[in-house]
């Protein structure tokens, strides 16, 4: 299905700069482990036991922000899930990074620098424009071959994303091939049954955009989160606006009319809640009938049990079930039955199933469940909402360019 070359492609022996997406959370200066790591980790145990000289690129936050930090964590982390040493190096491209690389023996694993620590790197500019930049001039010319491993990150025109393969021979990393073809499934592949798509989380606009653009490969849409709050005020419901909160009067604003027209021109499709849960005087979870509302004068945090039990159904017939947000606060217990309802729902069936957003998809590790019983559990977040509506990734293109250029 994809037209990149991948791992299976790679000649022998070479010298591979490769680049991961490790960007994760950081709670006071510690970094966060999390899928991403261990996803890689199998990308650089494949690499480092094939024997190839590997020098991985990475980025972490932006700076300005606090979890804009170096990668020495990550390196210590990365090289756990591995099972094998990851040195590191705190340079991205000077001196001290060249004779890193140039150190490197048969089997070794070296982490560079946060890349968005060269200012060549976040400019968001044509792929040619990077392909010039002395960030990328003085590294290629160290390697044989390029490995795009950072699917998560390939909606970003960054120069360790775009500017490199125009150098290199490129070839998708393990992640980067398996990321691409579950994710693009959507788009891509004829489903013989039912196709149903669970909306919920806090960003409501990317959820309706992909909605929208998902006209007509998708059966049902299952609501729940912010996007179906909004969606039940349009509908004529009192609820959908900020109390205590900035998530939903903005992004009512925003998205109004495309709510409406969604609901206008394909009602049949949507199914809203039925039932809201809140946290009541005793603070405990507590739920009200949509149809009982008259004003609201508190957060809504999950879905009702009643739509848990409306949504199994709907599940249980589908032949393919894409999950974007969770349908409430699952981080509170308290507020996780509608997201771990639904995903165990989805578990239970054989469909071809899919939870994408790094939020979402922390879930199923959080209360149990397995995921194996799931056919993909993304790590990414952008560019998984890009994959759902179509759009293309300039680094899977410029993958894809390489690819053709070297036939
Ligand atoms: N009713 C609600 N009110 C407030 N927050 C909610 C509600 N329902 C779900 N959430 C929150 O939505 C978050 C997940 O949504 P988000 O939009 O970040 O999606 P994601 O796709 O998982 O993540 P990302 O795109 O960041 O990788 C959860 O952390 C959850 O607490
Ligand atoms: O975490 C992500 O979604 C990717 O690493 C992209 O990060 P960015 O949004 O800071 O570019």
């Known amino acids: ?54 020098a991985l690129m990475a980025h972490q936050g932006r700076p300005g922000r606090d979890t804009f930090v170096s990668l020495e964590q990550h390196a210590d982390i990365l090289a756990e899930h591995a099972g094998a040493d990851v040195d590191f190096v705190g340079d991205t491209f000077g001196d001290e990074a060249l004779g890193a690389v140039r150190g490197l023996d048969a089997g070794d694993v070296l982490l560079l620098e946060n890349t968005r620590m060269t200012d060549d790197e976040l400019p968001e500019k044509e792929p040619e424009e990077h392909a010039d930049s002395d960030f990328v001039r003085t590294l290629a010319p160290e ?23 125009l150098r290199l021979p490129s070839y998708a990393g393990r992640v980067m091939e398996t990321e691409y073809e579950a994710n693009t499934a959507i788009a891509e592949r004829e489903f013989d049954g039912d196709v149903t798509m669970v909306v919920g989380g806090t960003k409501a606009t990317d959820v309706i955009g992909v909605m929208e653009a998902l006209d007509g490969k998708v059966d049902r849409f299952l609501l729940g989160g912010v996007a179906g709050e909004l969606f039940l005020r349009a509908a004529g419901y009192p609820v959908g606006e900020d109390v205590d909160t900035e998530l939903f009067d903005e992004q009512w604003d925003a998205n109004e009319e495309t709510i409406r027209s969604v609901l206008d021109e394909r009602r049949e499709q949507v199914t809203l809640a039925s039932d809201l849960a809140y946290e009541d005087a005793e603070d405990e979870r507590a739920e009200v009938d949509v149809d009982d509302i008259v004003e609201k004068t508190q957060a809504f945090l999950d879905i009702g049990s009643g739509t848990v039990a409306d949504y199994e159904p709907a599940i249980r017939d589908s032949e393919a079930v894409f999950v974007k947000g969770a349908l409430g606060v699952f981080e509170d217990e308290r507020f996780s039955v509608g997201t771990v309802g639904v995903l165990e729902a989805i578990a239970d069936t054989d469909c071809f199933s899919v939870v994408g957003g790094g939020d979402t998809s922390r879930a199923i590790t959080m209360y149990g469940m397995s995921e194996d019983d799931f056919s993909h559990v993304s790590i990414a977040g952008g560019a998984y909402i890009r994959a759902l509506t179509g759009e293309p990734l300039p680094a899977v293109e410029l993958l894809i360019r390489s690819a053709e250029r070297e036939a």
Do not use: C, I, W
């Open 1 to 54: 299905m994809s037209s990149f070359r991948t791992l299976d492609d790679l000649p022998a022996e070479q010298r591979v700069l490769v680049r991961l997406d490790l960007n994760s959370p950081v709670e006071d200066g510690v970094v966060q482990d999390n899928r991403r790591f261990s996803r890689h980790a199998e990308t650089v145990a494949e690499l480092a036991e094939d024997g190839h000289r590997v």
């Open 143 to 165: 390697f044989d071959a390029y490995v795009n491993d950072a699917y998560s990150a390939a909606h970003r025109k960054h120069a360790s994303l775009v500017g490199f393969p």
